[in-house]
């Protein structure tokens, strides 16, 4: 599903990380562990296709994301990759269930509802569907987060530092939620972060 190789990207003419190859199949999933400044969410952006790898190369269902102009990169990522990113970049104007309308506009996708109610309910989440982003709990904002990610049904979920900001129960609530929406959808997991306490959970992992 995803292959990383000879993967290099340079900061500036010091600074330049080499990251470790991988490859990982559907519905697999991966601890990407370490800790600031050492690259996790850089590598992140790369297989997101937010950033451009400037050597080597990530393919993700056969598709070299260098392959790939501006336009077709945004269509593939809204169409195959679910991003929770550390602080939510919700649209504030708009309420839950309009933000995730508009996930699936952007990617080209038929609006559905009922889909979005689905899991909007699945993630416990469902009575705040009318509210405004900006109205939501850190944990409400979180969930929502992840159904953002998820909507569209994509193949791949990266998940940066998705703990980092919360404690041991909900900490183990929220990778237990990511865990299950990927397993249900037969999705690829990758989680980047410095949270020690995932280290346990996760028998596949990349320490940078």
């Avoid at 900061?11 to 330049?16: A, G, I, K």
């Avoid at 590598?43 to 990530?58: A, D, F, N, T, Y």
């Avoid at 509210?131 to 193949?155: F, W, Y």
């Avoid at 703990?163 to 397993?183: F, G, H, M, P, R």
Wanted: net charge neutral; with cysteine; glycine share 8%.
């Amino acid at each position: 599903m995803i292959q990383v190789s000879n993967l290099k990207h340079t900061y500036n003419r010091d600074t330049s990380i080499i990251f470790p190859d991988f490859e990982l199949g559907k519905g697999e999933k991966m601890l990407l562990l370490g800790q600031s400044g050492c690259g996790k969410t850089t590598l992140l952006h790369i297989l997101g296709g937010l950033m451009r790898s400037q050597e080597g190369e990530v393919s993700i269902g056969g598709t070299s994301l260098k392959s790939l102009g501006s336009s077709e990169m945004d269509k593939f990522r809204g169409r195959h990759i679910g991003i929770v990113f550390q602080k939510p970049h919700f649209v504030k104007s708009l309420t839950v269930m309009e933000n995730l309308m508009l996930t699936q506009k952007l990617a080209g996708i038929k609006i559905d509802k009922s889909a979005i109610w689905k899991l909007l309910d699945q993630l416990n989440i469902g009575h705040k569907a009318e509210s405004k982003t900006n109205n939501l709990s850190q944990g409400e904002q979180q969930r929502v987060a992840i159904a953002r990610a998820l909507v569209n049904e994509p193949d791949i979920i990266l998940a940066d530092e998705p703990t980092s900001a919360l404690d041991d129960k909900n900490t183990y609530e929220v990778i237990a939620l990511l865990e299950e929406q990927a397993s249900e959808k037969n999705a690829t997991l990758i989680i980047v972060t410095h949270d020690n306490r995932l280290k346990e959970r996760f028998q596949n992992r990349i320490e940078l």
